[in-house]
Every structure is written in structure tokens, then in C-alpha cells.
């Protein structure tokens, strides 16, 4: 194997996928929340410039 360059099982590769299209879909809801009940941002603990941070993440073809 070649200096500096690892290698990844298939399950971490899987588990990888999972957790940034879980992430991508919180940060589409809390967008979709934002826009339609901005009231409930203040319930799950998060501040407008918490939450435009977050929505800033999206790719931009979502934002």
C-alpha cells in the first residue's frame, strides 16, 4: 500500500453516504421550517443566524 493513502471498507463508505444525506435532509426541513413556521426555530433551540448558518450549508441549487 502506498504511503499516505487509506483504505475504506464498503459499511464505512455505506455509513458515510448515510450521515451526509441525513444531514442534507435536516438542513432541507429546517429551511422548509424556517420559511413556513419561523415561530418553531425558537422550540428546537436553535437562533435565525443558527439556522441561516445551517441553511448556508445546502448546496446551491436547494438554497
Not at 453516504?17 to 429551511?31: D, G, P, Q, S
Amino acid at each position: 500500500m502506498e504511503a499516505g493513502r487509506r483504505r475504506y471498507s464498503l459499511a464505512a463508505l455505506r455509513s458515510f453516504v448515510a450521515a451526509r444525506r441525513e444531514r442534507a435532509y435536516f438542513r432541507f426541513e429546517l429551511k422548509r421550517m424556517a420559511a413556513d413556521n419561523p415561530h418553531l426555530i425558537d422550540d428546537i433551540g436553535m437562533t435565525r443566524s443558527q439556522v441561516e448558518a445551517e441553511i448556508a450549508k445546502l448546496p446551491f441549487w436547494q438554497r
